[in-house]
């Protein structure tokens, strides 16, 4: 499976009042490196808005096994499966130092400037299905 490996380091907004990552900021982490995920394959969530699409998440998915605090540099792997006509999950797993933080998946469907679902424009399901753009 193709993977990016994106790196954040932990801010102090982003933690608790026991200094932790509040579970709350994994989702935007997982933004974050669902947005550079289809940057570095040669197409940015802006380009597919541009395309009259969005990709909206259906359903999310998240499990914690260690925690993560202030400064801590965090590798946030994603990648994708599940790639069907009108969606396709994403998968994540967040780690510091080689230890798991998180495992995650989100789950979208591709709808058109109207919000209604649509079939993946074959632009995108390219992109996704190999290793980026031609």
Do not use: W
């Amino acid at each position: 499976m193709d993977y990016v490996d994106v790196p954040l380091r932990v801010r102090y907004a982003d933690t608790d009042m026991m200094g932790i990552v509040y579970y709350g900021t994994y989702p935007v982490y997982l933004e974050v490196a669902r947005s550079e995920f289809m940057r570095e394959k040669g197409l940015s969530y802006r380009s597919v808005e541009e395309m009259g699409y969005r990709l909206v998440v259906a359903a999310m998915e998240i499990k914690y096994y260690n925690p993560a605090v202030y400064d801590d540099l965090l590798t946030i792997r994603t990648s994708v499966s599940d790639i069907q006509s009108r969606g396709l999950t994403f998968n994540y797993e967040i780690m510091k130092d080689g230890t798991t933080v998180l495992r995650g998946k989100t789950r979208h469907i591709c709808v058109n400037a109207d919000r209604k679902p649509t079939r993946i424009p074959a632009p995108i399901l390219q992109v996704l299905q190999n290793d980026g753009v031609p």
